[in-house]
């Protein structure tokens, strides 16, 4: 992708912002809700400052030998569009996401291996055991769940009601949706 492009919207590649994160981008392969590969490249774009507040979390996850696991990053509002299109609940899959701002990030915490942690369901789960409130699950998974809301929160992330994985960085005031294409 055009770094001159990126930087017009201020947008950065999060694998350039810390390399100990890890990434299954799940739109960028069929593993996902719709089964449809969504991007043609495994990319993923946040804004600067929402970037560097994950490479933090990352950082603080050293203490525990833990690591971050990006399922989505930056998503553009055409993806958006085509995901309202497979399921059409603007709780779960507004019109306007701010994934297409590059503020929001879905993910969970992993071994060094990149094997995710324990949590209360899986990527893109749209029961009542993803939202972030849900209580009828294990210790184990709930401890985990409540270690990703801890470190993300202290470095200024908000976690979703409706899924555990899905944070917005609310470091940035008024952000605009970006219209790029993932190629």
């Known amino acids: 992708m055009n770094k001159k492009i990126l930087k ?15 990434f299954d981008l799940r739109y960028a392969s069929k593993n996902n809700f719709t089964k449809k590969k969504l991007y043609k490249k495994s990319i993923c774009l946040l804004r600067e400052k929402t970037a560097q507040a994950l490479s933090r979390v990352a950082k603080s996850l050293k203490e525990y030998n833990l690591f971050l696991l990006i399922w ?24 306007v996401s701010n994934h297409s701002k590059g503020i929001a990030v879905d993910l969970t915490l992993c071994k060094k291996d990149g094997t995710p942690l324990k949590m209360p ?21 709930m ?5 990703l809301r801890n ?32 190629r």
């Open 8 to 22: 017009s919207h201020n947008l950065v590649k999060v694998s350039d912002i810390n390399k100990s994160i890890k």
């Open 72 to 95: 989505d990053c930056y998503r553009p509002p055409s993806i958006q569009k085509q995901l309202r299109q497979v399921f059409d609940n603007e709780s779960l899959v507004p019109k």
């Open 121 to 141: 369901t899986g990527f893109d789960d749209f029961s009542k055991k993803a939202e972030s409130g849900f209580m009828d699950i294990s210790q184990e998974k």
């Open 143 to 147: 401890k985990n769940r409540a270690l």
């Open 151 to 182: 470190v993300m929160e202290k470095q200024g992330f908000k976690q979703s009601k409706l899924e555990w994985w899905h944070f917005d960085y609310l470091g940035i005031e008024n952000p605009k949706v970006i219209n790029l294409k993932i």
